[in-house]
């Protein structure tokens, strides 16, 4: 095993015999292939940043235009506006040359008008949300207005084929709601948490906010929403990430799993390889524009911006606040295992490594007999520390030596990958086995996972890998695309034996193990290491496989398997804690540009009034169903809101911040914004890229991943509709909470999701006419398709 070693390039000295000039020829080799590559990159950046300001035109129209008003111009036709002899009257002479350049300079005018023209009228056409409204089941009829929109978005959108972030300058800003409708929207959603007392005292602080101080305070957001690109984006990430405090781990940070019905090889070292490689691609493909954006429907761009920091980015603990930094390139990651950090490098002569070449790496990893150094095992720890606590650490102990040169390359890494000493195992007959995969994966043993970093990929002894990933840069639905990327191209990696496919064509540079000084602060590493152990032991989680049924019955009941989900865990809740509680969904935004979330609050007056009708025994079978599609169509319309840019919590989170700086006290948003999410929910989205063919490989899907309990005495809960008779919950609690369980919540679930099916199929008995129409025209509600968060 390579350890780390000292490597002059260059050296220069004058002796009293002469100059005497040393050089390492392989090391100036690696800075020039290293620079050729930079350059490159720096071209194909140019190139597509040209490309993307006339998106979308194309570029080649130019010439196009060119050869026109040369071909008009020299046969004595006026160009229109006779531009070419309007510039000829301010250049020095009228020669031939002269005339060509006066074309050009013409031809460029007319060229960027049609783009700019072309651009503004497709981001006008992308600002139309009425199709969002507009159900496309089966019979339903489709409004005059949307066809010829969806006609002329089809039109610009095909007309050039699009980088991904071609749309980014056609996408319209998010909208400002008003105070009114957010006022209006807001005491409807609390109506079924209040009694009549505390109902009539929101009312009356509403009511007193929207005419006072909410008006100055909006006043300030619209003049935001006119000077920044969205009046939101930059003040979430600061206000609810970076500015937090408390650890990442748990806390923050979420998790993916793999495909779990497969197995694709036993060899850890080869699905590490295999896995770097891909996401290695993953990253050019981002870094060269040339993955396509997100498409709903295949016409309506989805926001790319949050995939510019997927890779080559760290969050910076600082005293007060953390900062996200991300680098434009790198050319190693950094790998983990048995509590030694190696710096592997990707390339070799310019070119990226192959999996068979990068699987040689970490075999040498996985066979080295390397034992940490001093505080080096536990030294991640920190990562899951206290913010503040981990900023004074390391402005203390890594500002110089060999601590800051380590530390650099692990924040400068593409990524980190922890090579784990326990396999990760799934058996439906156990599932304890899937809870602990979860555990796993979420936290580890506290030390095992640089939190700091984007992302951490995770790699079992028997070859099945997942995620860990900081929460600040990005969505879960950027990881869940970049996990279906390798998922779809992974299938076919290996060989009989289980081992990467290919010869390795050289012996490729070995790891290096990173040396460390930590002798000085091994006190912190071992707070941190304690500190981290004991948010370990008060998480609970239960990863709840349900195959059932799915949402292929769900489809039958003429309902949108999210609501139809969301409504079964408004049951579960009430019937677990006895009462309804403030529920947060989390919807996407990316219809606009830096879009992220926003709230759906599944908790409604409809919700709350079907969850009590299931246990009223006066209630017919009739009016529980109709109860329940009332509650489905709220849950609809809320999140149809929400997406189109008229949701409640990010408005007034904005207006919250605004009274900070003005330093206005509000008792309305201090009341709000101190409301505890106490049921905290997200669906993790699939089938966001076309590579990842479900047909042909249906066992190829992740069973979703999870994250913590956002108040200390609530759940997380997250799932996703893996195919018509499946579903994954991952629910998470505190164990230190006693009203809280993991398990038992679970249960409720099951029992909820069972009451729901035993209800529709009970009323289709009871009314067969009305049975064989919902079968034949069932279908989810249009929202379904465009969801994501």
């Not at 006066?102 to 072309?118: E, G, P, Q, R, Y």
């Not at 879009?595 to 079978?621: L, Y």
Request: proline share 4%.
């Amino acid at each position: 095993m390579a350890e780390a070693h000292q490597a002059v390039a260059f050296s220069f000295a004058i002796t009293h015999e002469g100059f005497d000039i040393n050089y390492d020829q392989e090391v100036l080799n690696l800075v020039w292939n290293s620079g050729i590559r930079s350059w490159k990159k720096r071209l194909a950046r140019a190139n597509n940043g040209v490309r993307n300001g006339v998106y979308p035109a194309h570029i080649q129209s130019l010439w196009v235009i060119t050869a026109i008003a040369l071909g008009l111009h020299f046969a004595g036709l006026h160009v229109p506006f006779n531009l070419v002899n309007r510039l000829l009257i301010n250049f020095p002479s009228n020669t031939i040359n002269w005339q060509i350049l006066a074309c050009f300079l013409a031809s460029l005018f007319v060229w960027l008008s049609i783009c700019f023209t072309m651009r503004y009228t497709l981001k006008l056409l992308l600002m139309y949300k009425g199709w969002m409204y507009e159900s496309r089941a089966p019979g339903s009829k489709v409004s005059l207005r949307t066809k010829l929109w969806a006609g002329a978005v089809k039109l610009f959108s095909s007309w050039n084929k699009p980088g991904l972030y071609s749309f980014q300058g056609s996408l319209p800003r998010l909208p400002t709601p008003s105070v009114h409708d957010t006022m209006t929207r807001y005491l409807r959603s609390v109506r079924p948490l209040l009694d009549d007392e505390k109902y009539q005292k929101m009312e009356r602080l509403a009511s007193e906010f929207e005419h006072t101080i909410g008006k100055k305070l909006q006043w300030y957001l619209i003049l935001k929403s006119w000077w920044s690109t969205n009046y939101v984006s930059d003040w979430w990430e600061e206000y609810v990430y970076l500015r937090g405090r408390s650890p990442l781990m748990i806390n923050s940070n979420f998790y993916g799993t793999d495909a779990i019905f497969m197995n694709l090889t036993q060899n850890q070292a080869a699905r590490a390889a295999n896995v770097i490689y891909l996401l290695l691609c993953f990253r050019r493909s981002i870094e060269r524009q040339e993955m396509q954006p997100i498409l709903i429907q295949g016409m309506i761009p989805l926001c790319s911006w949050q995939y510019e920091r997927t890779f080559n980015t760290v969050r910076v603990p600082g005293l007060e606040t953390d900062r996200i930094v991300h680098y434009r390139d790198s050319n190693h990651v950094v790998v983990l295992h048995k509590g030694c950090y190696y710096k592997v490098p990707i390339y070799h002569k310019g070119r990226l490594l192959r999996p068979c070449e990068m699987q040689v790496q970490i075999e040498e990893i996985l066979n080295s007999t390397a034992t940490p150094m001093p505080g080096e095992k536990y030294l991640a720890a920190l990562t899951a520390w206290d913010r503040s606590k981990w900023a004074e650490t390391r402005n203390t102990y890594f500002i110089r030596g060999p601590n800051r040169v380590s530390l650099n390359t692990i924040e400068t890494a593409a990524f980190v990958v922890s090579l784990d000493e326990t396999p990760y195992e799934f058996d439906l007959q156990r599932p304890e086995l899937l809870d602990n995969f979860g555990r796993t994966l979420l936290h580890g043993n506290g030390y095992n996972r640089w939190f700091d970093k984007s992302f951490t990929v995770c790699v079992g002894t028997n070859g099945r890998v997942g995620f860990n990933a900081e929460h600040t840069w990005a969505d879960a639905p950027v990881m869940g695309h970049t996990w279906e990327y390798i998922f779809a191209d992974d299938i076919d990696g290996y060989d009989e034996n289980g081992n990467t496919k290919g010869t390795p064509e050289f012996q490729p540079p070995s790891p290096v193990h990173l040396s460390w000084a930590l002798e000085p602060c091994l006190d912190r590493i071992e707070e941190a290491t304690l500190a981290a152990n004991k948010l370990i032991n008060d998480i609970d989680l239960r990863i709840l496989v349900h195959n059932q049924y799915g949402k292929g019955f769900m489809k039958k009941c003429r309902l949108s398997p999210d609501a139809y989900i969301q409504m079964a865990l408004q049951l579960a809740y009430y019937r677990d804690a006895g009462r309804f509680s403030l529920t947060y969904e989390a919807s996407m935004t990316r219809l606009f540009r830096e879009g992220r979330t926003e709230t759906v609050r599944p908790c409604t007056i409809e919700s709350a009034a079907w969850v009590k009708a299931m246990d009223d025994t006066t209630k017919t079978i009739a009016e529980r169903v109709t109860l329940l599609k009332e509650a489905c169509d709220r849950h609809q319309l809320g999140y149809q809101d929400a997406m189109c840019g008229n949701g409640i919590d990010r408005h007034l989170f904005c207006l919250y911040v605004v009274s900070k700086y003005l330093e206005v006290d509000s008792p309305f948003l201090n009341e709000v914004l101190s409301e505890p999410w106490r049921l905290s929910t997200s669906q993790t989205p699939h089938g966001q890229t076309p590579k990842m063919d479900l047909k042909k490989h249906p066992q190829c899907i992740s069973s979703g991943g999870g994250f913590g309990p956002v108040a200390d005495d609530g759940y997380g809960v997250s799932y996703i509709i893996a195919g018509e008779d499946l579903i994954f919950f991952h629910i998470s609690a505190k164990k230190s909470c006693e009203t809280t369980d993991a398990h038992r919540f679970a249960d409720n679930i099951c029992r909820a999701l069972a009451d729901i099916r035993a209800m529709f199929e009970l009323h289709m008995k009871q009314n067969p006419i009305v049975s064989k129409k919902t079968v034949t025209n069932g279908s989810s509600s249009n929202t379904d398709s465009t969801k994501s968060k």
